[in-house]
């Protein structure tokens, strides 16, 4: 994460972002990963919490319910999530 938080030109909205997201994996899906895995169930309440974050919409325009941000923001937000555990970049898919 601190690598890609140091990369060059980010905005105070990509860094804040990215702040979130890896947040969001510590608190929210590595503490159940393992447990969800070997249960092979559907991640709903991953899947809800991503939602609310509207991490699903970060290039979605804002004037259609979506953060407006640009496909940087989504490329290191997936590598973010994903560096610290596969499974949100599996919902992401």
Do not use: C, N, W
């Not at 909205?13 to 608190?27: E, G, P």
């Not at 503490?31 to 979605?60: C, N, R, S, W």
């Amino acid at each position: 994460m601190e690598r890609l938080a140091q990369t060059e030109g980010l905005t105070d909205i990509q860094r804040d972002i990215l702040a979130t997201v890896r947040d969001f994996v510590d608190k929210e899906i590595l503490p159940v990963a393992t447990e969800l895995e070997h249960k092979d169930e559907y991640p709903a309440q991953i899947v809800k919490g991503m939602k609310e974050l509207g991490l699903f919409g970060l290039t979605i325009g804002e004037e259609y319910g979506g953060l407006g941000e640009s496909l940087l923001t989504y490329a290191l937000d997936v590598g973010v999530g994903h560096r610290q555990h596969p499974l949100h970049r599996g919902v992401h898919d």
